[in-house]
């Protein structure tokens, strides 16, 4: 079994402060997802990284893949309250073919106004 | 498109009693999953289907789960009998990946479906 851990598990910051989220494994993964929650909703794609060292920028939020494949970060500029959610990062096999998701635990992040 | 849609949002019901969750997935979307969420464990991969076919039913947890995709706009998880510790918030979700090639497997969820067993 694949396993991907998240850190921290909770956040709680000010706005405008920076932070990071990790994602770490021993698996190599083919592509890894990172999805954002909200409270009574379902998960939400955020961003697919799927080279090593790859890095892509949605507005405010910075993604990392590792040049191994087995790690992953998010990187929040100036936080809002907006940005508040349970953030999972998620990896496919190669030995599924890259169907099967394996999600990490997740990163709840609060930030507060 | 609507979206993933999920019934019930929420159900409550009591040990012993059988409970079905319904999901249809987004239409032209060949993939679907069904995954249980709980602060323990997060979210779990239950079993998912590819063209109506179930490909990997490893994470159910027991005989007492079941589920079908009769259809590819309709999938059922069944729980018979339902007991205390079912008690989550089940998602189902829906893709249209088509192998590797096609890149990387991404995943609409419903709103989910959230069980309290008394």
């Known amino acids: 079994t694949q396993l991907l851990e998240q850190s921290p598990q909770f956040l709680s910051i000010q706005e405008g402060e920076n932070l990071t989220v990790y994602c770490n494994s021993s698996?190599?993964?083919?592509?890894l997802q990172w999805y954002r929650q909200e409270p009574g909703e379902g998960p939400v794609l955020l961003v697919t990284?799927?080279?090593?060292?790859e890095v892509k920028k949605l507005k405010r939020l910075t993604f990392q893949f590792g040049d191994a494949r087995k790690d992953s970060s998010l990187h929040i500029t100036a936080a809002q309250p907006g940005d508040t959610g349970l953030y999972l990062c998620a990896g496919a096999s190669r030995q599924t073919s890259g169907s099967r998701l394996t999600f990490g635990e997740g990163t709840q992040l609060t930030v507060n106004p | 498109d609507a979206g993933v849609i999920q019934s019930p949002r929420h159900e409550v019901t009591e040990m012993g009693q059988e409970v079905t969750l319904r999901c249809k997935p987004i239409s032209g979307h060949n993939s679907l999953f069904w995954y249980r969420q709980t602060m323990m464990r997060g979210l779990e991969l239950l079993i998912y289907?590819?063209?109506?076919?179930?490909?990997?039913d490893s994470g159910m947890p027991e005989d007492r789960f079941s589920a079908k995709m009769p259809n590819a706009s309709f999938s059922t998880l069944k729980i018979q009998p339902s007991e205390p510790r079912d008690s989550a918030v089940y998602f189902c979700?829906?893709?249209?990946?088509?192998?590797?090639?096609?890149?990387?497997?991404?995943?609409?969820f419903g709103a989910g479906s959230r069980l309290t067993v008394l």
């Open positions: 289907f590819n063209n109506n076919v179930p490909i990997d």
């Open positions: 698996s190599v993964f083919s592509s």
């Open positions: 979700a829906s893709s249209s990946y088509r192998g590797r090639r096609s890149g990387a497997n991404v995943l609409t």
């Open positions: 990284v799927v080279t090593g060292g």
